[in-house]
């Protein structure tokens, strides 16, 4: 069955520093790839989309590559700030038209 | 301001108890979709609507209904609520279905049944 795959276990990092959240996917290829951000009880906020032809995409910090061989895609934040603490979810796009979610990995930039 | 807007944000009924959460985008999206949010199992999607009067199950639709009878509406319906349906619920619309446009969310509802 088709799998998402993000870090279970809390990022910690140092305000300053570049974050780095993996998503794995198998059994599966998906055409695009969404990154979310998600505050606790609130709803999920759209950041990026990356297509299967596009190696990397960037948006003012942000950054994601998109690996197809691999079946990955990286999220990156430089110059994080405690403002970008959050959980962020990897959502592939499959071939049956549908954005599947993975269950998120948590980010906490301390000051 | 683009938005869609669930209601209410906290619901707290009983077993057996029918209600309704309503969903609505400004934003002329043809594309809405309910997801419940449990710890450990992520976003699961509920019942999705491509456009008005077009609608089909998600992953999770059991105990669930949906109409789509305007294109800025899409209730979500529990006919007879379960202490298992107690979950953080979110209404999300797209221009399409189609993965190159992003999701626009709710600010979701957490319903208790007890």
């Known amino acids: 069955s088709q799998k998402i795959e993000q870090n279970s276990e809390a990022l910690n990092i140092q305000e300053g520093k570049t974050a780095t959240l993996t998503c794995n996917y198998t059994?599966?290829?998906?055409?695009?790839l969404q990154w979310y951000r998600q505050d606790p009880g609130r709803g999920p906020v759209f950041l990026l989309l990356?297509?299967?032809?596009?190696k990397e995409k960037r948006k003012e910090r942000l950054k994601v590559t998109f690996d197809t061989t691999l079946k990955q895609s990286l999220f990156h934040i430089t110059a994080s700030q405690p403002a970008d603490s959050a959980t962020y979810l990897c959502?592939?796009?499959?071939?049956?038209?549908?954005?599947?979610f993975g269950q998120g990995t948590e980010l906490s930039v301390k000051p | 301001e683009a938005q869609v807007t669930q209601n209410p944000r906290y619901l707290i009924t009983v077993t057996g108890k029918k209600l309704t959460v309503t969903c609505s985008q400004n934003?002329?999206?043809?594309?809405m979709s309910w997801y419940r949010q449990d710890p450990g199992l992520g976003l699961r999607q509920i019942y999705y609507s491509m456009n008005v009067e077009v609608t089909d199950k998600g992953d999770v639709p059991e105990g669930y209904k949906v109409s789509r009878k305007e294109k800025r509406n899409f209730p979500l319906i529990l006919e007879s609520p379960s202490p298992n349906q107690t979950s953080l619920y979110f209404c999300?619309?797209?221009?399409?279905?189609?993965?190159?446009?992003?999701?626009?969310f709710g600010s979701g509802t957490r319903l208790t049944v007890v």
């Open positions: 990356i297509r299967e032809n596009e």
């Open positions: 959502a592939p796009y499959n071939q049956g038209g549908k954005l599947i």
């Open positions: 059994n599966y290829s998906p055409a695009y």
């Open positions: 934003m002329n999206h043809e594309y």
């Open positions: 999300a619309s797209s221009l399409k279905r189609e993965a190159n446009y992003g999701y626009t």
